[in-house]
């Protein structure tokens, strides 16, 4: 979708959610062993992307405006029908992945660290 086409509601531009999903991608590759851009076909309502999660269980996600949803037991399968559907993939590698859990908490609380002593 070109910059032209895309369509602005209560100000907001809506961009492909391949556009969007880049910088989350780039967001979570601390936590997880693997995450790459799925080869499913993305489309204006939702695009997947692959991961395995460090304890080792691989995975294909759809994100759409609804959320993320695991809809595959391995990558580039679509053969679970009715996941559950996170508000943001923080919220189901959460659910999904101890491992990630840890990390983020410890990714966090070293941020937290480098703000109070630039205080």
């Known amino acids: 979708m070109s910059r032209e086409e895309c369509s602005y509601k209560y100000g907001i531009e809506e961009k492909p959610f391949q556009d969007e999903l880049k910088p989350i991608l780039d967001e979570i590759r601390f936590g997880v062993t693997d995450v790459?851009?799925?080869?499913?076909?993305?489309?204006?309502?939702?695009?997947?992307?692959?991961l395995e999660t460090k304890e080792g269980q691989r995975m294909c996600i759809m994100m759409s405006r609804q959320g993320f949803q695991v809809v595959g037991s391995d990558y580039d399968c679509r053969d679970i029908d009715n996941g559950e559907t996170f508000e943001t993939i923080n919220s189901l590698l959460d659910s999904f992945s101890p491992a990630y859990r840890r990390l983020f908490s410890e990714a966090l609380a070293a941020k937290?660290?480098?703000l109070k002593q630039n205080q």
Request: proline share 0%.
């Open 112 to 114: 937290l660290e480098k």
């Open 36 to 50: 790459q851009l799925s080869t499913l076909s993305a489309s204006h309502l939702a695009s997947y992307f692959n």
